[in-house]
């Protein structure tokens, strides 16, 4: 019962370098979320993915992109990487059918912990 | 004003202590609401859903109060493993859309 599944884990990468952070989810939910997560900043919402085929900028989408590459996967693509990226980025999914789905909870992967110098 | 709102703490309170954190949300089209505990370096994880009558898991009961557009959240007989920071989460309106965090209520508990 795998959940939400990030890699990788860790990533250090220099100022102008690029990457893709992964995720995949096998729980057949219709939503999907990247966030980071900077100390005293909460959490805060980089892109999400509504629906397969769909994705709508958060609050801090600059310097990043995303691909709803089909209804499992949901990628954060850094196309320069500056060390204001310097984050743990979490991604999750939620909400599986129609109608009262809103009321479906978050679920978490264990996130990627980056560092750009 | 932030979406979502909850005092940062730290709550410090000894083993055994019933401790209470409350939680604001700005717009009155929010329609569900959670609360999630993170310990440190880890992801959160879904602590309670908040349902409208209010509801309970063992040690832990929720309540919203739309009128007042709050959501709290009880913790009675503290352990030392619920030392962790809380994060209060509403969904916005009807949709699998945007949700909102608080910045999160440190908790730590005493022995």
């Known amino acids: 019962n795998a959940g939400v599944t990030q890699t990788p884990k860790f990533q250090v990468l220099k100022t102008g370098q690029s990457m893709t952070l992964q995720c995949a989810q096998d729980m057949n939910h219709n939503s999907m979320y990247w966030y980071r997560q900077d100390p005293g900043m909460g959490l805060r919402l980089i892109y999400y993915s509504a629906s397969e085929g769909t994705t709508d900028k958060g609050e801090v989408p600059n310097g990043y992109n995303v691909s709803r590459l089909n209804k499992r996967e949901f990628s954060l693509r850094l196309e320069s990487a500056a060390p204001s990226q310097t984050s743990v980025y979490f991604c999750a999914s939620r909400g599986t059918g129609t109608g009262l789905s809103y009321n479906s909870p978050l679920h978490f992967g264990n996130g990627t912990r980056l560092t750009v110098t | 004003r932030k979406e979502v709102e909850q005092d940062p703490g730290p709550f410090n309170v000894p083993e055994g202590a019933t401790v209470a954190f409350n939680c604001t949300y700005s717009?009155?089209?929010?329609?569900?609401f959670f609360w999630y505990r993170q310990d440190c370096r880890k992801e959160p994880k879904l602590l309670m859903s908040v349902y409208s009558s209010g509801n309970e898991d063992g040690r832990f009961t929720a309540q919203l109060n739309r009128a007042s557009q709050y959501i709290s959240l009880l913790i009675r007989d503290s352990k030392l493993s619920d030392s962790a920071t809380y994060l209060c989460?509403?969904?916005?309106?009807?949709?699998?859309?945007?949700?909102?965090f608080g910045r999160g209520t440190q908790l730590t508990v005493w022995p």
């Open positions: 717009n009155s089209a929010s329609q569900s």
């Open positions: 989460v509403a969904n916005r309106g009807s949709t699998l859309g945007r949700l909102y």
